[in-house]
């Protein structure tokens, strides 16, 4: 008899709905959360695994190393529990298909699609990395694209913290033939550049349609990763492209790419956003925006997506400029969003940077609690909506809205003003203000009476995750000893 089906309340709160998926260790069922009011997957060990401790502690594992993962392009663990011996893991339900799903059906992809595609899956894999995290069965299957074009990275159940001892035994593999690299072939530890290797089968196997190393059976798969070269690419597939496979698929780990962000950089990803395009867009000569150039956009390139999934016409001169002449907190937004978006700033005090977003052509409303700095930014910015509104307050219908906005941002962010036990209502009103993919750009401050584990919980807690950090407006990477650090973050 099953001990798992429809309206089992799991952990007392996650209500199953209906079975999505099942792994090799154990089944995905879609749940609401009746805490928070919330669609989850719930991955539940199989009930006839129960006898095998390994499973159960590789099961134990998956979440421990998945909850310290924040980012974008991986599946957000919110939870972890154990019921009547059976070990469950509460995950960010992804709304779409698998990669393989994907291959199935459409065959070998365009190149864009691949690079896109690709190029995400690396910059989840860097996070990973920078963790200390490598996942170990990189495949089609444990990649999901989301309906409104993002690629998630799930299913670390074999993952294991660089440097571990790991649960196998001496000379055991684990992973998936088809994408093993020749060191896990040889019996090796796997390492980031096994899991490149097999970023490289994926990416190849995108191109043609076909797994690069397929043979008859597993180990004479196995034996071809470890002893034959590459087979060739189509000539349609351009050479930086065909540059970056090869490396990735080189037999010697040394030989590969330094790290998944270099691969995502050399497939013309940015790091901080990208998006996927759809099928049936046309070309995307410009995949993202890139911050390394002044404004964020590459004159005569296109400027972003427009809602249709086509690029946007070319940036005329006099446009550059005026971005170039942007406050830095402006130029981030601006780069974030299309043209004519819509943009909610928090504490926008005389109203500077929601005011130079406006005379770029955004939809602007500013709040803050001063009615002097209100009064201020009306009379300076006319084309923009100001509110005196304090952030603990703040609802769509008080500011005479119905439609979410894409980018919210709270630039010295008045957080220490708002009482410890409102501080993570404040940010549950951000998230009923922004728009389903859009983001909340934060300013955190370190305090002494306020850390930025405080400042994570209060986010975190309001179902919110953060994307990237940077050190300061002027984008340094993120350092744990800054001043300032803006933050990324975005709904779950």
């Known amino acids: ?263 995502a950089s050399d497939l013309g990803m940015s790091w901080v956003e990208i998006r996927l395009p759809r099928a049936g867009d046309g070309p995307h000569p410009q995949l993202s925006p890139q911050l390394d150039r002044p404004g964020g956009h590459q004159p005569g390139m296109p400027s972003g997506p427009t809602p249709d999934g086509a690029p946007s016409g070319p940036i005329t001169a006099g446009t550059v400029a005026a971005r170039r002449s942007l406050p830095p907190e402006a130029r981030l937004l601006d780069v974030m969003v299309r043209p004519g978006s819509r943009i909610l700033e928090v504490g926008c005090r005389a109203g500077r940077v929601g005011g130079a977003m406006s005379m770029l052509g955004h939809y602007v409303v500013g709040t803050d609690v001063d009615p002097g700095g209100i009064a201020a930014a009306e009379t300076a910015y006319p084309d923009a909506r100001w509110f005196v509104i304090e952030p603990e307050r703040l609802l769509l219908e008080d500011l005479g809205e119905s439609v979410p906005f894409d980018v919210i941002a709270w630039i010295n962010s008045s957080i220490l003003d708002v009482a410890a036990v409102e501080r993570s209502e404040v940010f549950r009103r951000l998230a009923m203000c922004c728009a389903p993919r859009g983001r909340i750009v934060v300013e955190f401050r370190s305090d002494a009476g306020y850390s930025y584990q405080a400042f994570r919980d209060d986010f975190l807690a309001a179902g919110l995750i953060p994307d990237v950090g940077f050190s300061g407006w002027d984008l340094r990477p993120y350092a744990v000893d800054a001043l300032s650090t803006v933050v990324l973050l975005s709904r779950r």
């Open 1 to 263: 008899m099953k001990r798992f089906t429809h309206g089992v309340a799991v952990g007392g709160r996650y209500v199953l709905d209906s079975l999505i998926a099942s792994g090799g260790m154990g089944d995905v069922w879609r749940a609401q959360d009746t805490v928070l009011g919330r669609v989850v997957a719930v991955k539940i060990m199989r009930p006839d695994t129960s006898a095998e401790p390994v499973f159960a502690q590789r099961f134990h594992e998956e979440a421990q190393l998945t909850a310290g993962l924040s980012h974008h392009n991986i599946a957000t663990l919110f939870d972890y529990g154990e019921l009547d011996q059976l070990a469950y893991i509460v995950m960010e339900l992804v709304e779409g298909h698998s990669l393989a799903v994907e291959l199935r059906e459409r065959g070998a992809l365009d190149v864009a699609r691949v690079r896109s595609i690709v190029g995400q899956m690396a910059l989840g894999l860097n996070a990973a990395h920078e963790a200390g995290v490598v996942h170990r069965d990189i495949k089609p299957a444990n990649v999901l694209l989301t309906d409104d074009g993002a690629v998630k990275l799930t299913d670390f159940g074999i993952a294991r913290a660089a440097g571990s001892m790991g649960l196998t035994r001496t000379g055991e593999v684990l992973g998936t033939p088809h994408y093993l690299s020749p060191e896990q072939a040889l019996g090796r530890p796997a390492t980031s550049a096994s899991d490149l290797y097999a970023l490289g089968v994926v990416a190849h196997e995108l191109l043609t349609g076909k797994r690069p190393f397929d043979r008859d059976t597993p180990v004479a798969t196995a034996l071809a990763h470890v002893t034959e070269p590459m087979p060739t690419l189509p000539s349609t597939v351009p050479e930086d492209v065909v540059e970056v496979i090869s490396r990735c698929l080189a037999k010697d780990p040394s030989a590969r790419p330094a790290s998944a962000r270099e691969v």
